[in-house]
């Protein structure tokens, strides 16, 4: 459905983030991108929405192709209209001093039809708290509320493929776990998904194949149950494996010198 291929992303024109980066995403799948800070997932993302030029950041080699052609170059809201790409930021984007309610109908502008009523019915059905929160406004609603609200919005746009960036950042478990099974939904009803995430675990569990970036190239991918049980993502991404623990014997031993001095 989406194939990246050797895409090489520069800002400025000096900094090089992305060296080469090459990944398809099949058409109805759940596809997991995980990589610490820094390692280049929302550079990926904008030049993939078409949003690259707005941090002036340039594609300098390779191609973006959408079912077969190539995306590269077009604006943003011509991706999204003409291919059902739409791109969920991190930080949660959501216009503060508008109701939850506002906001979603301010998502629909790509739009014409007039089924915006009841699309914003179908983002309830997805996200209760949204429903009981429609009034308020979304400044006042919690991390976890903005973000439900910021896919909500991209809901509106009745999209063909989502990607979202860093949902989970900064909430608490328990609303990861609601969040991540209502993306699992969204997929279940048709909506292919492409996932970046730092919580390797949440994301990889409800994630069909998945890549892992580093520094701006992929070094590993593969199913999402494999990457699970891959020792280099348990050490990096997933806090668990031998070094880890070796780490945090440390840290303990540290403490303990500091308790000496
Ligand atoms: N607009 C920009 N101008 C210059 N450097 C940027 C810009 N945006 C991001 N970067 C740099 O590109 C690298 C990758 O950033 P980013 O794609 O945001 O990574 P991630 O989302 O994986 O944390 C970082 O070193 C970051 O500082
Ligand atoms: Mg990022």
Not at 185 to 202: C, F
Not at 229 to 249: I, T
């Amino acid at each position: 459905m989406l194939a990246i291929e050797n895409l090489r992303v520069v800002y400025h024109d000096v900094i090089s983030v992305l060296n080469g980066i090459s990944l398809d995403v099949n058409e109805g799948e759940i596809l997991i991108i995980i990589g610490a800070n820094g390692a280049g997932k929302t550079t990926l993302l904008r030049s993939v929405a078409g949003m690259i030029d707005f941090y002036d950041g340039d594609i300098i080699e390779g191609d973006i192709k959408m079912e077969g052609s190539s995306i590269k170059g077009l604006d943003a809201a011509d991706i999204m209209k003409r291919y059902g790409l739409t791109y969920v930021m991190e930080d949660r984007p959501v216009f503060w001093y508008l109701t939850i309610e506002e906001n979603l109908g301010a998502a629909s502008f790509s739009r014409w039809d007039k089924h915006v009523k009841t699309d914003m019915e179908e983002v309830y059905e997805y996200f209760a708290v949204l429903r009981s929160l429609r009034n308020k406004r979304a400044g006042y609603a919690s991390g976890g509320e903005q973000q439900m609200l910021a896919i909500g919005m991209a809901l509106m746009t009745k999209p063909k493929i989502l990607l979202l960036d860093e949902p989970s950042l900064g909430l608490a478990p328990l609303i990861t776990e609601e969040l991540f099974s209502i993306i699992k939904k969204l997929n279940e009803s048709g909506i292919t998904i492409v996932l970046v995430e730092q919580n390797a675990n949440a994301a990889l569990n409800i994630g069909i194949r998945g890549y892992v970036i580093e520094t701006g190239r992929i070094v590993l991918d593969g199913k999402a149950v494999d990457l699970l049980k891959n020792e280099d993502v348990r050490e990096f991404y997933l806090g668990s494996g031998e070094k880890e623990r070796k780490s945090y014997k440390d840290a303990k031993r540290y403490k303990r010198r500091k308790r000496w001095l």
